[in-house]
């Protein structure tokens, strides 16, 4: 009688008790000193595909696995027996165990740690995931017998640039790997959307900056017409910059899974250690980013439309309407060109003393002045008003 006996595979890591992930013997005889190959056995399931297709996911028991925590010195165990294999008996340095120093995190590309941290410090981005992408295809990775483990490294290098952010104390909404995190805040994003901003308030400039001129007491003789030319040229610029805030905001990202590797599992522990997901905190970011374009936009609107509910505002009117008992004056008004030429020639008339209300029509061009029954027209002041505002005018008593 033969009696079987079966033995319960280690799936965790015997040191620190965590969850490791499958891989080849291939990788352990590739990167462990000569002395310990001898202990690995005669497996030889490869995850790497013919003719340079990549790395794909190991499906079938390999009989070993690579704890990738960074506190423990274990590196393969066998999932049958008591062996296991420690930092120290590989050729190569371990950069996600590691805490400090180089890191190497792609070892068929030379990205690490240290060089990410450098393209950060000099760009204030990176771009290892894409250069990474590019060469997967040409000329193609080597990743089962140069990375310890075993599989594809975007995943670790996600996590690394992450960790090269926070060692730089980097602001994540302005220090973000440009590969990962297109949607994100960038400088080119940034810069469109100030430009909407200061774009749409030159282009109302004509109405607002005469009016801020008058309180101050500042004479805003010409400005507005002057202004007024240019409001076309500024409209067209604004429309430019919050089309181009728009494409950075919203432009398509390029996922991991179509770039042309095929190393990512659909699940399982396998799942952490290619394509990690960049986190609730991306997308925080992604939708802050949203939020602040649809409130420039907001505002662009309310400055490009300020010239035609200026009057709502201020008032083309005063609080007595000019009636038949006063004493009028009707003042054909040059040089008005919106709405908000009709406030500015308002508000300059109603500070001239003795006037009691002001009304003006931006269509008929004119503004008629009233007086108390029986006082005379301050003419020659309201002339000094309006052309200290930056109008002239044709006068005609009623």
């Given amino acids: 009688m033969t009696t079987e006996t079966t033995m319960d595979k280690r799936l965790h890591c015997p040191s620190c008790k965590k969850k490791a992930k499958r891989v080849s013997a291939v990788t352990l005889r590739a990167l462990l000193k000569e002395q310990f190959v001898t202990e690995i056995g005669r497996g030889d399931y490869s995850c790497c595909g013919p003719n340079d297709e990549g790395c794909t996911p190991i499906t079938e028991d ?27 008996q590989l050729k190569v340095p ?20 240290a060089s990410i941290k450098q ?22 990775c080597h990743c089962e017998t140069s990375n310890p483990n075993g599989s594809c490294c975007l995943g670790s290098v996600t996590k690394g640039i992450q960790v090269a952010q926070e060692e730089l104390e980097m602001d994540d909404s302005n220090m973000t790997p440009a590969s990962t995190a297109k949607p994100s805040t960038n400088r080119g994003e940034k810069y469109a959307k100030i430009g909407t901003v200061i774009s749409a308030i030159m282009a109302s400039a004509c109405c607002w900056l005469p009016l801020l001129l008058l309180a101050v007491g500042v004479s805003g003789a010409g400005i507005a017409a002057t202004l007024e030319m240019y409001r076309p040229l500024f409209m067209v610029v604004t429309f430019g910059f919050i089309g181009t805030a728009f494409y950075f905001t919203y432009r398509p990202t390029e996922a991991a899974a179509v770039t042309g590797h095929g190393c990512c599992p659909t699940e399982g522990a396998e799942a952490e250690g290619c394509c990690a997901p960049t986190g609730k905190r991306r997308f925080n970011m992604m939708a802050l980013n949203k939020v602040m374009l649809w409130v420039v936009t907001v505002l662009t609107i309310a400055f490009l439309f300020f010239p035609n509910y200026v009057g709502l505002l201020f008032g083309t009117g005063n609080n007595a309407a000019v009636t038949e008992n006063m004493n009028r004056a009707v003042f054909q008004i040059d040089g008005m060109t919106c709405e908000g030429c009709a406030t500015t020639v308002a508000q300059a008339i109603r500070q001239v003393p003795g ?17 108390k029954p029986g006082s005379p027209i301050p003419k020659k002041e309201i002339l000094t008003a309006l052309k200290k505002a930056g109008y002239s005018e044709e006068a005609s008593s009623k």
């Fill in 94 to 113: 371990v950069g996600v165990k590691e805490t400090s120093g180089e890191r190497p995190l792609c070892y068929c590309f030379d990205h690490s740690v």
């Fill in 355 to 371: 006037v009691v209300a002001v009304e003006v029509s931006y269509e008929k061009k004119q503004t008629v002045v009233g007086v």
């Fill in 62 to 88: 390999t009989g070993w696995r690579f704890c990738d925590a960074p506190a423990c010195d274990v590196v393969y165990f066998s999932e049958e027996k008591d062996t296991s294999f420690t930092k120290s």
């Fill in 119 to 140: 393209e950060l410090r000099t760009k204030e981005h990176s771009d290892a995931l894409e250069d990474i992408r590019a060469k997967m295809k040409d000329p193609g």
